[in-house]
């Protein structure tokens, strides 16, 4: 049996064993976009409070392959989390033609 997405990308997992039986409510993989990046940071509370959705952000991967990377906010936290007291931060950025990878350390200004 074949198997086709409704997206292109690269395939991170396979969710599937071989002769399982699946059906259309559960998903087989998990691909990857590679035209944009997730990015996820924590920062203190009282920053946090300055920042909204649509604000802009400049990036720099820690490796230093790739500096300059401008993203934008997508959602801030509304509360701490538990391990690094921080409100978490989501942005999107990007991918640069594949330089920018999942799990990469950068640093970032709001």
């Known amino acids: 049996v074949t198997l086709s997405a409704p997206i292109s ?11 399982e039986v699946i059906d259309s409510e559960h998903g087989a993989m998990t691909i990857l976009d590679p035209s944009s990046l997730v990015i996820q940071c924590f920062v203190r509370p009282e920053v946090a409070s300055r920042i909204a959705p649509q604000d802009r952000f400049v990036s720099t991967l820690e490796s230093n392959e790739l500096s300059g990377v401008e993203g934008v906010v997508t959602s801030v936290g509304v509360s701490t989390e538990d391990r690094t007291r921080k409100v978490p931060i989501l942005g999107l950025i990007s991918s640069q033609r594949g330089t920018l990878r999942a799990g990469a350390a950068f640093t970032g200004i709001i």
């Open 9 to 19: 990308g690269t395939i991170q997992t396979i969710d599937l064993s071989l002769g």
